[in-house]
């Protein structure tokens, strides 16, 4: 526990007011992302042609699926919540364990994974030799359809899903009138209550481990990074997710125990922070997680 609140407190103090505007656009290679776009929505990808990348990453709702946890091929039942693909090219880590250092890694995982799209992938690029994409890999890649290009199309085109212009980055590039009164009481107590410590930086989150029961402890049966590194310390230790978007992202947490967006502030209050909490500060918190939903533009 230590540990954690050296590690909360020495963040707070050097980002205390560290939370940083998306940017408009981000370079990309647009034509490596629209064949990544095809791909990304194509269950051609999975075992049995039912699952897409978008089957759990619904642009249109968030870039998750709304379930506590995650369904794959034949219906097999995942055991963590899918984390929301949009801005996920500012995570320092990608899956709630972290192990995928890249989107490219990130992109390998689902492909495989017995109860995502369970496919074998030197099953998949020789089945997709016989389709349409033989061809445009050759005009973009110059080569035939390889593991490598495959994930690198994928990962191109979930680079170009950023959600700039949310209120809040309106609010800290100058707009003041951007977020209401109340919203901004909301965001001071963010920061008052720490919460902050752990969700600052471009993406609110995504950029450091922490611990899920730092003072309380929690019942999980996902034991974190432990999966990773089998050092006892790591057991419950998960990438703190983003919080961009996050009024669109519920249910809560790594394995969606939380459906309700208060709920999630009022659990993150004890667990985390160790702090009470009154039922006005998680309203006025709620209200100002409201002005973090962004704007996306999926490209055509």
């Not at 990962?155 to 977020?179: Q, V, W, Y």
């Not at 049966?221 to 978007?245: A, C, H, M, Q």
């Not at 394995?255 to 909490?277: F, Y």
Request: glycine share 8%; charged share 25%.
């Amino acid at each position: 526990m230590l540990k954690v609140f050296l590690l909360c407190f020495s963040l707070f103090i050097l980002n205390a007011t560290d939370i940083t505007p998306i940017p408009q656009k981000l370079q990309y290679d647009y034509q490596k992302a629209i064949l990544g776009k095809k791909l990304f929505f194509d269950t051609r990808l999975s075992k049995d042609n039912t699952i897409s990348c978008a089957t759990c990453h619904d642009l249109s709702n968030g870039g998750d699926d709304g379930l506590s946890v995650s369904f794959g091929v034949e219906g097999l039942k995942g055991t963590v919540n899918a984390p929301t693909v949009l801005n996920s090219v500012f995570n320092f880590r990608q899956f709630w364990n972290g192990r995928a250092k890249t989107l490219e890694e990130q992109a390998l995982g689902p492909i495989e994974n017995p109860v995502e799209m369970g496919n074998k992938l030197d099953i998949l690029v020789k089945n997709l030799q016989n389709t349409e994409y033989k061809e445009m890999f050759e005009t973009i890649y110059g080569s035939s359809i390889t593991k490598d290009n495959l994930v690198d199309a994928i990962s191109e085109f979930e680079k170009t899903l950023i959600t700039p212009n949310s209120r809040f980055d309106k609010f800290l590039l100058g707009d003041k009138k951007a977020i209401t009164k109340y919203e901004k009481e909301g965001y001071e107590i963010f920061k008052n209550k720490g919460c902050i410590a752990c969700h600052h930086g471009i993406n609110i989150g995504g950029n450091h481990y922490n611990k899920f029961g730092a003072f309380k402890e929690i019942a999980s049966d996902n034991l974190g990074r432990y999966d990773i590194t089998k050092k006892e310390e790591d057991k419950y230790y998960f990438k703190v997710p983003s919080l961009r978007n996050v009024a669109l992202t519920s249910p809560y947490f790594h394995d969606g125990r939380e459906d309700s967006l208060k709920k999630a502030v009022e659990t993150m209050a004890s667990v985390q922070l160790g702090r009470p909490i009154t039922k006005e500060e998680i309203n006025k918190i709620v209200a100002f997680l409201k002005t973090l939903t962004g704007q996306l533009k999926v490209i055509e």
